[in-house]
């Protein structure tokens, strides 16, 4: 250590390889721009993946659909804008879009967005304290929905909550046969124990909690069959209802957060669960890009199968949403039998 930065280093199992980065700061100094670059990566890409979707189904359902560039105008129109506040709104209401922006930020830190090996923050939290703090944003959106007594913010805030308690032992379950399966929840850990398991990737267990932590992401990011993100009847709002009070840069920071969410719970979900690889083992340029590339690959490939899915299936009925969750349920409780069992 004493004739400079090593050119490896062991970090619970992890081979990380540094080439030109360490020679400028450190290798602290290189793991913090590796964090700060997937950060830029989840804010600057979330709108486009938002976009690409929603062209995607445009394109499924036989119409030319909004530009894949859209949504960056639809900010862009929205931050232009004045805010208008309720004179009873207290600063539940203020704080709120800032929780909606930030959280998903802080889930970026804590799992592996471009890199194979753990950067600063990696084992500040697991995969249940980010869907925690999800949660977090969900709790201070809704307070803020029901905050200005208006009768449909109530409305969608009931319904979202409903969404949510239903939502929980599912991930509780998903979690718990990850740990089982890769001894940890951490996600680096994970994503290296799917990568080295070889036959893991295959078992029923692995499988089933594929299926049902997809499912939570239908129900959390507000898509068909639980809720219609392009519907704006009041009514039938579940996630969208939450943001009606909100207008200007407020509004702009609750899209911009919901945007990010998506992107977020689906590179977990790749990342993580399905296709733990293409990730870069080096903190290098062209490993790098080469690991953009690779996730943006993946995104595309969810975002089809999401598209896919609410091109073929109705909004289901809000009493409906309940047996949705509840079939998510039990696919992730056969995922922790099957394990037990040995299957």
Same mark, same amino acid.
């Given at each position: ?24 700061? /450190? ?15 989840v804010m600057l890409f979330s709108p486009l993946l938002k976009?690409? #979707?929603?062209?995607?189904? /445009? ?25 208008? @506040? ?8 203020? +704080? ?11 889930? #970026? ?5 471009? #890199? ?5 923050? $990696? ?5 249940? $304290?980010?869907?925690? @703090? ?7 959106? #809704?307070?803020? +929905? ?9 409305? /969608? ?39 080295? /398991? ?12 594929? @299926? ?43 899209k911009w957060g919901g945007y990010m969410k998506l992107f ?10 399905v296709t733990p690889w293409g990730l870069a083992a080096a ?5 790098? $890009?080469?690991?953009?590339? $690779? ?10 199968? @999401? ?37």
């Amino acid at each position: 250590m004493g004739r400079g930065i090593p050119r490896k280093i062991r970090w619970n199992s992890f081979a990380v390889t540094y080439a030109d980065f360490p020679k400028r700061g /450190g290798i602290l100094s290189s793991l913090l721009v590796a964090n700060l670059l997937q950060v830029l990566v989840v804010m600057l890409f979330s709108p486009l993946l938002k976009g690409v #979707t929603g062209r995607l189904k /445009g394109v499924v359902q036989s119409r030319h659909g909004p530009s894949v560039w859209q949504p960056y105008f639809d900010l862009y129109k929205l931050f232009r804008k004045d805010e208008v @506040i309720s004179e009873d709104a207290s600063w539940v209401f203020r +704080a709120a879009p800032l929780f909606s922006f930030a959280v998903p930020i802080l889930v #970026t830190l804590l799992i592996p967005v471009l #890199t194979s090996f753990p950067l600063t923050w $990696a084992f500040m939290g697991d995969m249940l $304290a980010s869907g925690f @703090i999800l949660a977090l944003g969900g709790f201070f959106a #809704t307070l803020a +929905a029901m905050d200005t007594a208006s009768p449909y913010g109530q409305m /969608g805030s009931s319904r979202t909550r409903m969404v949510s308690f239903l939502a929980e032992p599912v991930l509780m379950c998903v979690f718990f046969v990850v740990s089982l399966v890769a001894r940890s929840t951490i996600p680096y850990v994970v994503n290296k124990a799917w990568y080295l /398991g070889g036959t893991d990737v295959i078992y029923p267990s692995h499988v089933l909690v594929v @299926i049902a932590f997809f499912m939570v992401i239908l129900a959390e990011t507000g898509r068909l069959p639980v809720d219609n993100p392009e519907g704006h009847f009041e009514l039938a709002m579940i996630d969208e209802s939450k943001s009606l009070e909100y207008s200007g840069k407020a509004l702009g920071l609750v899209k911009w957060g919901g945007y990010m969410k998506l992107f977020v719970l689906l590179t977990i979900f790749m990342n993580v669960l399905v296709t733990p690889w293409g990730l870069a083992a080096a903190l290098t340029p062209a490993a790098l $890009a080469l690991a953009l590339g $690779a996730l943006w690959l993946k995104l595309f490939v969810g975002a089809c199968v @999401i598209v896919m899915i609410e091109s073929s299936l109705a909004k289901l009925r809000l009493f409906r949403v309940g047996e949705f969750l509840g079939a998510a349920f039990v696919v992730s409780l056969l995922g922790l039998v099957t394990f037990f069992i040995g299957v």
